[in-house]
């Protein structure tokens, strides 16, 4: 098998980070991977390989759409569940400095460097944000989420929350973002409505209990102005979230 055979040499790859050096290689094993998966399907080493590799790895080619793309051209084949289970298996692995406490650490240490100084990018050009220079900052926003979108798009969810003045802001820079890094935004967006981190535990109600929280007026807000201006981007997620909050 394939993926077996390819298995122990690219994790042996992706803990020293020399991926980062060849990206042609990368595409190339993309392209090669894309062979093993039929449309809708995928065996268990395939998406082993996915999740220990090709997922991680993206991080470690900064401002790269060209990376971006060949992965999603394997990524689209599969169903959304199997692609939110890959970017909740990255999530759940800790974002940034949080990585490195989780027992036992999964992400290897270049992966987790190139998240930090993500992070660190990403919470620079939001402070300089604003209708002054949208279009300036909105293209290195996108440039920035090339190689990290789960990390970019948690943390401008967390400043959605609070601040919904950004709302209409943001959406209008996401138009230079990849199909890749939308689609994570949608992930990322479902995550925050079920109460992010805190597993749901989150109030969703003022203390009047019947007008939403800020936060959850907030994101509805931009889930709304998000899929309006990217119809094309997954919503069967967010719709089933509705649906069982309905039931």
């Excluded at 690219?10 to 449309?39: F, H, N, Q």
């Excluded at 999603?72 to 406490?101: C, N």
């Amino acid at each position: 098998d394939l993926s077996t055979i390819l298995g122990t040499p690219l994790l042996t790859i992706i803990a020293s980070g020399a991926i980062r050096l060849d990206p042609t290689l990368y595409c190339m094993l993309c392209r090669l991977i894309k062979t093993l998966v039929p449309e809708g399907e995928i065996d268990e080493t395939t998406y082993s390989l996915l999740r220990t590799f090709l997922v991680p790895c993206m991080s470690l080619f900064p401002s790269n759409p060209s990376i971006s793309m060949e992965l999603w051209s394997v990524l689209v084949k599969l169903p959304y569940q199997i692609r939110y289970g890959l970017y909740g298996s990255s999530r759940l692995a800790g974002l940034e400095k949080g990585a490195m406490r989780t027992t036992p650490r999964t992400k290897t240490l270049p992966v987790i460097e190139s998240e930090v100084q993500t992070g660190i990018e990403i919470r620079y050009s939001l402070k300089r944000l604003s209708k002054d220079n949208i279009k300036e900052t909105g293209r290195q926003l996108s440039k920035i989420s090339h190689s990290n979108p789960l990390v970019v798009f948690t943390t401008i969810l967390n400043q959605i929350e609070s601040y919904d003045n950004l709302i209409q802001l943001m959406v209008d820079t996401f138009v230079h973002v990849t199909e890749l890094g939308l689609d994570v935004l949608g992930y990322c967006l479902l995550v925050a409505l079920g109460g992010g981190d805190s597993k749901g535990g989150r109030s969703k109600l003022k203390e009047d209990g019947v007008n939403a929280a800020q936060w959850l007026s907030s994101l509805e807000s931009f889930a709304g102005a998000f899929y309006k201006k990217f119809p094309s981007v997954e919503m069967h997620g967010l719709l089933a979230y509705l649906v069982r909050r309905l039931e």
